[in-house]
């Protein structure tokens, strides 16, 4: 096999359903032609999720990175396994370090809990946190990909107290570049539709009454004069079905603003999160880790299947 395409896989909280979501995407994404998965999973695995690996692929097992690294394999079924006693987050750092020095090609992740996060004694909150501090960027931004809309939120994990700093003209013009990264990702019919920007006040402030939004906006989208947007739009009619057609992305002031409205539409069973503003391909599923159902073989793998599909599409874009 030729130097493959490698995709980490970290499979977030061992008592989550990331584990049972990736067998069961795995299984039906088989093994692809020249692409080599690289599995960061617990030994308290589920017997029943590796069985489910097993019947498509060959696991090759190791117990630190650079052994890992260091398995030239031989064929497409070839999976490597990390089984690591390490937390969940760690594993997420060391992907990152590996993707940034061109070790890797991209990276998927299961859901991982931000007490996890804290429990490995980083100081970070989620995985974008973590992901901008080792690529040594200032600026990322979550998107999510649907089938019904797609969605950049301007801010991330904070306090609803600290968004209204946050949200201003500077930072929605960095959201906005993000937006037109993720409007290129997609078809072409959407690549040809404005952007939406959402008001952060109710009635998007209606002109000065409740907020500064018009000014934002207008500050905001001051260098990207090539680009046609929609805004500042009201919020909270803004994702009727008559308005969600004319549009390719909206980006959201806050992140229930945006994710609210995305997961109602697209539940556990599609949608996926794709990491805006980072030197390499990082992908995800749009859900949480489900722990009630850890173990009850109920988990929808689709999202999964989705952003495994994205984290090898993107990292052949990048790397041809």
């Known amino acids: 096999m030729k130097t493959p395409i490698r995709i980490a896989i970290t499979s977030g909280d061992i ?3 990331g584990t049972e979501v990736i067998a069961k995407a795995l299984y039906k994404l088989k093994p692809q032609k020249n692409i080599q998965f690289i599995l960061w999973r617990s030994p308290d695995c589920p017997a029943s999720h590796l069985r489910i690996i097993d019947k498509v692929f060959r696991r090759h097992t190791f117990t630190s990175w650079p052994d890992a690294m260091g398995y030239i ?8 396994e990390i089984v690591s006693n390490q937390s969940p987050a760690l594993w997420v750092e060391q992907s990152a370090q590996a993707a940034r020095f061109g070790h890797i090609d991209a990276i998927a992740t299961a859901p991982l809990s931000k007490t996890s996060i804290k429990k490995a004694g980083l100081k970070d909150i989620g995985h974008t946190d ?7 960027v200032e600026n990322a931004y979550m998107g999510f990909v649907g089938t019904h809309f797609s969605v950049v939120l301007a801010t991330g994990h904070l ?11 500077e930072n929605l013009s960095e959201a906005i570049s993000a937006a037109k990264e993720l409007r290129d990702l997609l078809s072409k019919r959407e690549q040809k539709k404005p952007i939406a920007i959402l008001g952060l006040n109710p009635h998007a402030g209606e002109d000065g ?3 500064n939004d018009l000014e934002v906006f207008k500050e905001a989208t001051k260098k990207h004069k090539n680009t046609d947007f929609s805004g500042p739009l009201v ?5 009727q079905p008559d308005v969600r057609g004319k549009h390719a992305i909206y980006v959201c002031a806050y992140h229930d603003q945006g994710l609210i409205p995305f997961k109602m539409l697209h539940g556990r069973e599609s ?5 805006l503003g980072l030197p390499f391909v990082r992908t995800s599923v749009d859900h949480g880790t489900a722990k009630d159902i850890f173990g009850k073989n109920k988990a929808d793998y689709r999202s999964m299947f ?7 599409s993107l990292a052949k874009k990048r790397k041809a």
């Open 209 to 211: 009454l409740f907020g």
């Open 130 to 136: 973590i992901l901008k501090r080792i690529a040594g």
């Open 271 to 275: 949608g996926v999160h794709i990491s």
């Open 159 to 169: 306090p609803m107290q600290k968004v209204a700093k946050e949200w201003n003209a």
């Open 15 to 17: 008592d989550g359903i």
């Open 235 to 239: 919020p909270d009619v803004a994702f």
């Open 73 to 80: 394999p031989e064929y497409s079924k070839d999976l490597i």
């Open 306 to 312: 989705e952003a495994l599909e994205w984290a090898i």
